[in-house]
């Protein structure tokens, strides 16, 4: 009878601490063969392994389970639980999202200087989306062509785009064209597109350097990439799986140094594939990051004046 009631409780006891483990679904708005994506699967494997009977996470995949641009809408409404997603790719659910590119600050600072939670304030306000981490930073985006270029003019080009780009290549006269990561093989391949908007890595994980002669320097703003998640599900957790989690994923956000080294790995591996460089005279050099960061801001502001201007404060230096 003793040891009847022992077991029974037993059976309590490991019964709510199995209910106490919280499983939660994680989409990538990135191709799963791109490096990040399989970055983002080591730290899942490394949460789950550490994590047993406080959180686990299930990566759903990559675009074929969920489109690229369809990755903020999901986690806005809970289909998923969680995204890995560049704010560019769900202007759709908030124009805002595609401000974090222009971060002059880093994503430490911005933890210190209010930023984090100016970005949570509003991701919850506007996308119900809790903003963990973002783990891709200190990279700018460059424009690759197929074309010789002389000056900053794209006067009768088509250019490939997502938000990151569009008003500024817009401004330079290109005729733009919006593309998942995953679909700019197809398009290039069939010859739609003189070039493409891109950070200065993750070239090679698509294949793209088969396809691109030059690479415009400099570069400009900042790629983010983000571990988003659904504010209702955040708001859900059990308090340890939750400070588990935002422990993890500040873990994860304190690497981004790595990405120093990697992108000066990665120019030096395009030169080593034959991409050549554009560059012009010092004037015009400065005049082309500055008109990025202009059209970048205004284009900000203008959808979302109060924000913008909130945000410019903590992300500008
Ligand atoms: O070019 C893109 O697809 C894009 O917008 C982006 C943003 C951040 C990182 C990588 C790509």
Partial sequence: MKQGLLLAAFAIATGAAQAQEVMVRLVSAFPENQFYVKR?????????????????INFIGGPK?????????AVKTGVVDMGFSTGAFYTNVMPEADILKLSETSAAEQRKNGGYELIN???????????LAKVVEFTPFHLYLNKKIDKPDLTGLKIRIT???????????ASVMTTAPGEVYTARERGVSYGYGWPIHALFDLNW??????????GFYNAEVSLVMNLDKY??????ARDYLE???????????FWKTYNQSEAKRQAEAGIQTISFDAA???????????VGWANAIKPSPQYGEQLRKVLAK
């Fill in 284 to 294: 015009t050099s400065k005049a082309y990051v500055e008109k990025a960061k202009e």
């Fill in 209 to 218: 350097q088969e396809k691109t002669k030059y690479r415009v320097d400099p």
């Fill in 163 to 173: 938000p990151v780009y569009r008003d500024l290549f817009q401004a330079m006269g």
């Fill in 247 to 257: 422990r993890q994923a500040l873990a994860y956000e304190q690497q981004n140094d």
């Fill in 235 to 240: 708001k859900s957790l059990p308090a340890k």
């Fill in 65 to 73: 389970a969920i489109p690229t641009f369809e990755v903020g809408n």
């Fill in 121 to 131: 304030r509003i991701w919850a306000e506007k996308a119900n989306m809790r903003y």
């Fill in 40 to 56: 983002t699967i080591d730290w899942i494997e490394k949460i789950n392994k550490e994590g047993k009977g406080t959180l686990q």
